[in-house]
């Protein structure tokens, strides 16, 4: 029989390494999230830490550091759930994409969330790992959307559109609700702006049916 035990040593050191990571992200988010971006600190984060402080310090220096982690860490999360979030029918998939980039469900601590990532945003043009993280974020979106979009057309469920340029648009769109929303605390505004883009892209997006080319 052969011997495993390096093989489940390995393992457990990857699982550990992996839970030490997920509570280090968790304990980014819960201090951004009560205490906004200027006033979050290593400090404050350590206080949201479940396990021990002197770990969080062995592995990250300064507030920089462990904000380009966590900003790598929602990437992969993001890409991880768009590869494996599919429908059969493209608008659905986009319907499904923009309720996901606005939620009807945002609690308080999802808004205060979502608040401290616009003052981090504002942070981009003057520091270049947040700008290289903040344009990632923009990139798998607008990707998401762009692949949804070119399904669509080149399955006849959406009319003859560029889907690059109309990502983009879209994006930009929903970018700006999600900002004066959570800046003015306004669930209602996302909900109404949301579903007036949605009944929007409807109307204009969507082949007719049944109608034949001449």
Same mark, same amino acid.
């Given at each position: 029989?052969?011997?495993t035990?390096?093989?489940?040593?390995?393992?457990?050191?990857?699982?550990?390494?992996?839970?030490?990571?997920?509570?280090i992200?968790?304990?980014?988010?819960?201090?951004?999230?009560?205490?906004?971006?200027?006033?979050?600190?290593?400090s404050?984060?350590?206080?949201?830490?479940?396990?021990?402080?002197?770990?969080?310090?062995?592995?990250?220096?300064?507030?920089?550091?462990?904000?380009?982690?966590?900003?790598?860490? &929602?990437c992969?999360?993001?890409?991880?759930?768009?590869?494996?979030?599919t429908h059969?029918?493209?608008?659905?998939? /986009?319907?499904? /994409?923009?309720?996901?980039?606005?939620?009807?469900?945002?609690?308080?601590?999802?808004? #205060?969330?979502? #608040?401290?990532f616009?003052?981090?945003?504002?942070?981009?043009?003057?520091?270049?790992?947040?700008?290289?993280? *903040?344009?990632?974020?923009d990139?798998?979106?607008?990707?998401?959307?762009?692949e949804? /979009?070119?399904w669509g057309v080149?399955?006849?469920r959406? &009319?003859?559109?560029?889907?690059e340029? #109309?990502?983009e648009?879209?994006?930009?769109? &929903?970018?700006? *609700?999600?900002?004066?929303?959570?800046?003015l605390?306004?669930?209602?505004? *996302?909900?109404?702006?949301?579903? &007036?883009?949605?009944? #929007?892209?409807e109307?204009?997006?969507?082949?007719a049916?049944?109608?034949?080319?001449?």
């Amino acid at each position: 029989m052969a011997d495993t035990s390096d093989t489940d040593h390995t393992a457990t050191i990857a699982e550990e390494r992996d839970d030490t990571t997920e509570a280090i992200m968790e304990a980014v988010y819960l201090a951004l999230s009560k205490h906004g971006y200027p006033e979050t600190t290593m400090s404050r984060i350590a206080a949201e830490f479940e396990k021990s402080k002197s770990l969080l310090y062995y592995h990250y220096d300064g507030k920089e550091e462990i904000l380009n982690d966590f900003f790598a860490f &929602v990437c992969e999360e993001l890409e991880t759930s768009f590869e494996d979030d599919t429908h059969d029918d493209p608008f659905e998939q /986009l319907t499904d /994409l923009l309720t996901r980039i606005l939620p009807a469900d945002l609690d308080d601590e999802a808004i #205060q969330f979502r #608040q401290a990532f616009f003052e981090i945003r504002s942070q981009a043009p003057h520091n270049q790992s947040y700008y290289d993280q *903040i344009l990632r974020t923009d990139e798998i979106f607008i990707t998401a959307l762009t692949e949804t /979009l070119e399904w669509g057309v080149e399955s006849g469920r959406f &009319v003859d559109i560029d889907p690059e340029r #109309q990502a983009e648009l879209i994006f930009s769109t &929903v970018s700006g *609700i999600m900002e004066r929303g959570v800046t003015l605390e306004d669930q209602a505004l *996302i909900e109404r702006n949301r579903a &007036v883009l949605l009944d #929007q892209l409807e109307q204009t997006l969507l082949a007719a049916e049944g109608c034949d080319d001449a």
